[in-house]
T-cell receptor, first 115, second 115 residues
C-alpha cells in the first residue's frame, strides 16, 4: 500500500533564506506521481509542484524546486528566498500509476517564516 | 472562475442526525474528489468521480457515508446518523482532466461539528 511520510512537524526560518522540507514515500509501483500542496492559515489548499517518477530532472516552478532521489524514495521540497507569505502547512502527496487517481497525503510540515 | 464551491461552510449537527455536504466543481472539470481532514488523521482520501461516475470509494467508511454526483455541476457527501468522530473538515477538489495534468483544485471545505 502506498504511504507518504513527513517527519518534520514544523520548521522556522528567517525571511529570504532557503528551506528544505523532507518527504519519503513507499510504493510497489514502478510508475508514480509526487505532489506538493500548501495549506494557508485560511485553510485554502493550493497545488505547488509535481514530479513524475519517470522524469530524471528535478521539477522547478518559481521559487519552488524538488530534490527527487528515487533510490531513497525521497522527494524534498526546496523553497528559495522565502517570504513571510510562505508561512503555511506543506503537504507531500503521491498517486500510484496503477492506483487510478487516488492521492495519499503526508501529515504535513508547518513552515513559519519570520522577518 | 469562482473556484470549487462548498456549502455550507460550517455545519453543526446533533449526534444521530444526518448531514449533507455539497460541492460544485469548477465548470468543465471532469473529476471530483472528496477528502476529510482532522488533526489526528490528517488529510484522508474518501472517494472520487470521473465524468460523474464513481470510480474509487476505498476511503469511505463502510457505514453511514455515501457520495453521489447526479450531474456535472455538483456532488454531495451524505453522512447518516452522525457521530462525534465524524467531526472534521470535509474538502472537495476538482481536476480538469485525469492524466498527465491531473492537478487538483480544492474548495474551502465544510467544517462539520457533531455534538
Amino acid at each position: 500500500a502506498q504511504k507518504v511520510t513527513q517527519t518534520q512537524t514544523s520548521i522556522s526560518v528567517m525571511e529570504k533564506t532557503t528551506v528544505t522540507m523532507d518527504c519519503v514515500y513507499e510504493t510497489q509501483d514502478s510508475s508514480y506521481f509526487l505532489f506538493w500542496y500548501k495549506q494557508t492559515a485560511s485553510g485554502e489548499i493550493v497545488f505547488l509542484i509535481r514530479q513524475d517518477s519517470y522524469k530524471k530532472e528535478n521539477a522547478t516552478v518559481g521559487h519552488y524546486s524538488l530534490n527527487f532521489q528515487k533510490p531513497k524514495s525521497s522527494i524534498g521540497l526546496i523553497i528559495t528566498a522565502t517570504q513571510i507569505e510562505d508561512s503555511a502547512v506543506y503537504f507531500c502527496a503521491m498517486r500510484e500509476g496503477s492506483g487510478g487517481y487516488k492521492v495519499v497525503f503526508g501529515s504535513g510540515t508547518r513552515l513559519l517564516v519570520s522577518p | 472562475n469562482a473556484g470549487v464551491i462548498q456549502t455550507p461552510r460550517h455545519k453543526v449537527t446533533g449526534k444521530g442526525q444526518e448531514a449533507t455536504l455539497w460541492c460544485e466543481p469548477i465548470s468543465g472539470h471532469s473529476a471530483v474528489f472528496w477528502y476529510r481532514q482532522t488533526i489526528v488523521q490528517g488529510l484522508e482520501f474518501l472517494t472520487y468521480f470521473r465524468n460523474q461516475a464513481p470510480i474509487d470509494d476505498s476511503g469511505m467508511p463502510k457505514e453511514r457515508f455515501s457520495a453521489q454526483m447526479p450531474n456535472q455541476s455538483h456532488s454531495t457527501l451524505k453522512i447518516q446518523s452522525t457521530q462525534p468522530q465524524d467531526s472534521a473538515v470535509y474538502l472537495c477538489a476538482s481536476s480538469p482532466r485525469l492524466g498527465s495534468q491531473d492537478t487538483q483544485y480544492f474548495g474551502p471545505g465544510t467544517r462539520l461539528l457533531v455534538l
